[in-house]
């Protein structure tokens, strides 16, 4: 530190750390005051000029602090499905006769990075847990079948497990079926849309248990539309098995919280025992893209934001690009006039004898398109509006009255009303749904 000796005043000789304690009266000559306010000059000058650039550090330093908080965000902990949360439900099955209700999306994360799993049977067997049966629904347990077509019993060629169809003649467990089962695991990868027939495979499985006094574990997965609570609500006359509840056709639940609703809402007349096993680091907000895809025609996340939309046109006489590698994700007619887009169906996984087989289609291309967060209802408008054979344009069977969940979409779309004109009739309902819906969620 600094110090300048001073004259001595008589009093006492003063040391000083910085110039400002200087006694200038005790000072006999003006040279030494001169010399002094220079030196002190240059002091202050040297000073300051030495902490500008520190200080110029300090401040570039928390700048770059600042932005970089900005623009650098923690990285988010993975979605975990219930699957994975092996610790919560093992316990329920020890020294129990477990029957699994599952298909190729019942699967385990070994390494969310790497998108690495196993299937929750294997998961099972490994930890000793006796896995007596598995329950497969529409596609089959390996998902490879056509919507529709009848899947036979059989065994699981890897494990010898019996596996009992629940689709056809055969959609609810038998109580023999269930004789030898002391508690039910249900592990499917919905989507979130009413006609897709996992929620309907759901509903019969919670009544069997229920009536044969079983309890049963839904291991919750997210649902891709989880955000999203649009279209008609189904009305009770058309209900069938893609459309068994009086919800919209895109509900916003997972399928544990639809569980819980059909319990509540007593759509079975006894509720089942239930345990939901929830996911982790899972919202509302959140994007969850399908590890694997949940039957043979919704292969991309994109035919799945798709599917709501496009589904409909299954009731008519246009082609949903099944019988080729863009199902759900194109549409097409040989009689649609734009011609700058074509493809031709042909027999193919999951669709055998696809609509309009060997025929060259003309239509729209969805692969590239972002689909709207919504039911939207423009491409079977546009369509209806272009096709000569209007008289032809819906299928006899008025299987578009199921999709649909009414008969009045049907004849909206006919007598030319807009989507806005259409979507006003159902939104009374879907305001009263959504309260119910408050009731049942989870996250």
């Not at 609810?172 to 309907?200: C, H, M, N, W």
């Not at 344009?393 to 009045?408: Q, R, T």
């Amino acid at each position: 530190m600094l110090k300048i000796d001073t004259f001595t005043t008589g009093r006492e000789t003063r040391f000083s750390s910085f110039p400002p304690l200087i006694n200038f009266r005790a000072m006999k000559y003006d040279v030494f005051k001169e010399l002094y306010l220079g030196m002190q000059k240059y002091i202050i000058v040297s000073c300051i000029v030495g902490i500008l650039p520190l200080f110029a550090q300090a401040c570039q330093s928390t700048k770059n602090m600042t932005l970089n908080s900005a623009f650098t965000t923690p990285a988010q902990p993975p979605i975990s499905p219930g699957a994975n949360q092996t610790l919560e439900y093992l316990p329920q099955l020890r020294g129990k006769r477990v029957a699994l209700v599952g298909n190729q999306t019942s699967i385990i994360f070994q390494d969310f990075a790497q998108n690495k799993f196993i299937h929750l049977v294997d998961s099972l067997l490994s930890l000793k847990v006796n896995l007596v049966k598995v329950f497969s629904p529409e596609h089959g347990f390996r998902g490879n079948a056509d919507a529709g077509e009848l899947v036979s019993n059989g065994k699981d060629l890897k494990t010898g497990l019996p596996i009992v169809s629940l689709y056809g003649n055969n959609k609810k467990p038998k109580a023999e079926q269930l004789a030898d089962v002391d508690i039910v695991l249900f592990d499917l990868q919905d989507v979130g849309v009413r006609f897709y027939t996992y929620i309907s495979t759901l509903h019969y499985v919670m009544e069997a248990c229920a009536e044969s006094k079983i309890p049963i574990i839904v291991l919750d997965r997210p649902n891709p539309n989880i955000d999203i609570i649009d279209g008609p609500v189904l009305e009770m006359e058309h209900k069938s098995f893609i459309g068994m509840h009086p919800v919209p056709v895109l509900y916003g639940l997972t399928i544990g919280e639809y569980a819980q609703m059909i319990n509540g809402e007593k759509w079975i007349t006894t509720a089942t025992q239930l345990t939901v096993i929830p996911i982790i680091n899972y919202s509302r907000t959140s994007r969850y893209s399908l590890p694997v895809p949940p039957s043979p025609n919704l292969r991309t996340d994109n035919a799945i934001a798709w599917y709501a939309s496009l589904c409909f046109f299954e009731g008519t006489v246009i082609s949903v690009g099944r019988g080729t590698d863009k199902p759900f994700e194109q549409i097409g007619h040989p009689d649609y006039p734009n011609k700058n887009y074509s493809f031709t169906p042909k027999p193919s996984l999951g669709s055998k004898d696809p609509l309009h087989n060997g025929e060259l289609c003309f239509g729209i291309n969805y692969a590239d398109s972002i689909a709207p967060r919504k039911l939207s209802l423009e491409p079977i408008l546009r369509f209806y509006q272009v096709i000569s054979s209007k008289q032809g344009f819906f299928l006899k069977n008025n299987f578009i009255y199921l999709l649909a969940g009414n008969s009045l979409l049907k004849s909206q779309i006919i007598s030319g009303k807009t989507e806005y004109e259409i979507r006003e009739t159902w939104q009374k309902k879907i305001d009263i749904f959504k309260s119910t819906r408050a009731l049942y969620m989870l996250y």
